[in-house]
């Protein structure tokens, strides 16, 4: 791909001192078109989608029908009726978990590396009799499909439901969602899958991928923040109960009673973050215009030379599988001896290379590890170039060697 002209598109990359920005999982930068159109909804367009029938609401409305079935495109969704737009992806998972009707001693089954956003919901079940069970990971963290199909088979009748993620934030692992879902199918379970790191990054299609509900978030693919959505089969959306009821979801209502409208609205309480929308659309308008296989493999192509460039370093381990090829664009590397934060912040000070420090959200594969710091993670987005992932490593190197000596 022409990265010297999809890297023009974005304003902090082309100051005169722009950094290397290489903290992607957490979120993307935003292009030109996605800043424009914010703006120009706030300057030409301020109005309410759904409800009012004057020229601007009109013109909105249809922003968010366009924007619907461009979100749908996106993951391979032949109906846009499916997609709910949410605040984020956490938002979306916990209108899965807290939208669900649970019998006690149901059981759901995740891995040892889900996201907080992807772990906590699912406990919160456990009031309700929720049982959480979690699949260890293979040493070099790729997915055990032998033991995620134990353990269905060991949940038997009481499986209800399987949520695992993607691309893991973690490391970039992928979980060969494909097959897991099929397992989890044959299992009786609804499998729902945390895209928030493969929605940007690789091609999706839901349907292939089979599962049942997909959710992911736009601030970590060219969008603005505050905008995710939330992909289910009409049957099991039609079933959740909204966790956040009232204006806009219902088709009538008294002072006893209220019905509520179908998919989407039902589960989109509220005025909605319409310039967000506007901003989605510009960002899967970009987007469009791109194979995302060519991003997924310039990414990759950042992290070989960052992964490479390092990993002879004492004290140093890469998290995850060796060939950089299994880890999308990110590179998590822990730290024996140093403190972790610090070295975050010397890449700053030292070389202008922003990455992330920290736990990732991800304690529990932490926790089990009984590593408190966390990692430092570098994570590419398809604007990287190579000489910024050289910097990464020259940087990295002289921060190692003045630390250590
Ligand atoms: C794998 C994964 N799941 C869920 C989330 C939560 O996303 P959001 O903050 O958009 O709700 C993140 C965010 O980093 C993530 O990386």
Redesign the pocket.
């Given at each position: 791909m022409d990265v010297a002209g999809f890297r023009e598109l974005f304003p902090p990359l082309n100051e005169d001192k722009s950094p290397v920005y290489l903290d992607n999982?957490?979120?993307t930068l935003r292009p030109i078109n996605v800043i424009n159109a914010i703006q120009d909804y706030y300057a030409s367009n301020p109005s309410c989608a759904g409800r009012s029938v004057h020229r601007w609401g009109m013109a909105i409305s249809q922003t968010v029908t366009r924007t619907r079935r461009k979100l749908a495109a996106h993951i391979g969704a032949s109906n846009a009726r499916e997609v709910i737009f949410t605040?984020?992806?956490?938002?979306?998972?916990n209108q899965v978990a807290a939208g669900m009707t649970w019998k006690s001693g149901d059981v759901v089954i995740t891995s040892d590396r889900?996201?907080?956003?992807?772990l906590v919901p699912w406990l919160q079940q456990s009031a309700s009799g929720v049982k959480l069970q979690t699949v260890k990971s293979q040493p070099d963290n790729q997915f055990d499909l032998e033991a995620f199909e134990d353990a269905c088979a060991n949940a038997g009748k009481s499986l209800r439901m399987v949520s695992l993620?993607?691309?893991?934030?973690?490391d970039g692992v992928e979980i060969p969602i494909a097959e897991a879902t099929k397992i989890a199918h044959d299992h009786g379970a609804i499998v729902h899958v945390?895209?928030?790191?493969s929605a940007p990054h690789i091609p999706i299609d839901v349907e292939t991928l089979g599962c049942d509900l997909f959710?992911?978030?736009?601030?970590?693919m060219l969008g603005p923040t505050g905008v995710?959505a939330l992909w289910g089969r009409e049957e099991i959306l039609s079933q959740l109960e909204p966790i956040c009821a009232g204006g806009g979801t219902v088709e009538a209502a008294t002072a006893e009673h209220y019905t509520l409208r179908s998919i989407p609205d039902r589960l989109e309480g509220g005025l909605g973050h319409y310039a967000g929308i506007c901003g989605t659309e510009a960002a899967l308008d970009l987007l469009s215009q791109y194979d995302m296989r060519d991003l997924a493999a310039q990414e990759v192509r950042i992290n070989r030379i960052m992964s490479e460039g390092i990993r002879h370093l004492p004290g140093i381990e890469i998290i995850g599988p060796q060939d950089a090829a299994l880890r999308g664009g990110i590179c998590s590397i822990l730290l024996e001896n140093l403190d972790v934060q610090n070295v975050g912040i010397l890449m700053d000070e030292v070389g202008d290379v922003f990455v992330r420090s920290g736990l990732?959200?991800?304690n529990q594969w932490f926790d089990a590890r009984g590593i408190e710091q966390g990692s430092l993670r570098a994570s590419a987005y398809a604007y990287n170039t190579e000489e910024e992932a050289r910097t990464f490593v020259d940087t990295f190197n002289e921060i190692i060697d003045g630390l250590t000596e």
């Open positions: 999982a957490c979120m605040p984020n992806a956490t938002h979306s998972i889900e996201h907080n956003s992807n993620v993607h691309v893991g934030n973690l945390d895209g928030a790191q959710s992911f978030s736009l601030h970590k995710g990732h959200c991800v």
